[in-house]
């Protein structure tokens, strides 16, 4: 209505991908052609049960081709090719030709929370993703693009374990909040 180039850009996991309101919310897009960058963030499990138990047709993405919503698989491991393809569809969406749809493809090395033990996954598949670790892949390709050397990332990472060392031992040492804060900033 402003006319402004703002997107929203709207995060489904793959286990959400069955569930009937994103196809709601995939008609009422395209139909008013809604600045919208769906991004399905695809780690192969629903909480524990494996897409391809769960979903039928292994491209989530084009699940929005049913509402004429173009879009996409990018290799979520490769921070490069995310930033690429995001580029790519926001720019789709900016210039007011409807929503888009990217799947991330990426993978979640432990469970779906700390009651889950993920033991639906075997040792061999865990192996398979190590040489796919996004951190390690992006480390590579900055010292590849001379972005930076390997002295300026390890004082990054040093940096890093340092302030998060720091905001663990803040919120160790913190009291713990006050029981009538608990319904403080809530919204009813």
């Not at 090719?81 to 790519?88: I, L, N, S, T």
């Not at 926001?90 to 749809?101: A, E, F």
């Not at 890093?160 to 319904?183: G, H, M, Q, R, T």
Request: aromatic content about 12%; overall charge neutral.
């Amino acid at each position: 209505y402003e006319g402004s180039k703002n997107i929203c850009r709207t995060y489904i996991g793959d286990g959400a991908m069955n569930n009937g309101q994103v196809f709601e919310s995939f008609n009422l897009a395209s139909l008013w052609k809604l600045p919208v960058l769906y991004i399905i963030e695809n780690n192969q499990y629903g909480m524990g049960t494996s897409v391809s138990r769960a979903s039928a047709g292994s491209d989530l993405y084009k699940r929005g081709e049913a509402f004429d919503i173009p879009g996409e698989i990018v290799d979520g491991m490769n921070v490069f090719k995310v930033r690429e393809a995001a580029y790519k569809a926001g720019n789709y969406v900016r210039k007011g030709k409807g929503p888009y749809i990217l799947e991330v493809q990426t993978y979640r090395y432990r469970g779906h929370s700390m009651s889950d033990p993920a033991k639906y996954r075997t040792k061999e598949e865990l192996d398979s993703y190590k040489t796919k670790d996004p951190i390690q892949i992006a480390h590579d390709e900055i010292l590849k693009q001379k972005i930076s050397n390997k002295k300026n990332l390890e004082k990054i990472n040093t940096e890093v374990i340092n302030k998060i060392k720091e905001a663990a031992e803040y919120a160790l040492e913190s009291p713990f909040p006050k029981d009538e804060d608990l319904y403080k900033d809530v919204y009813i």
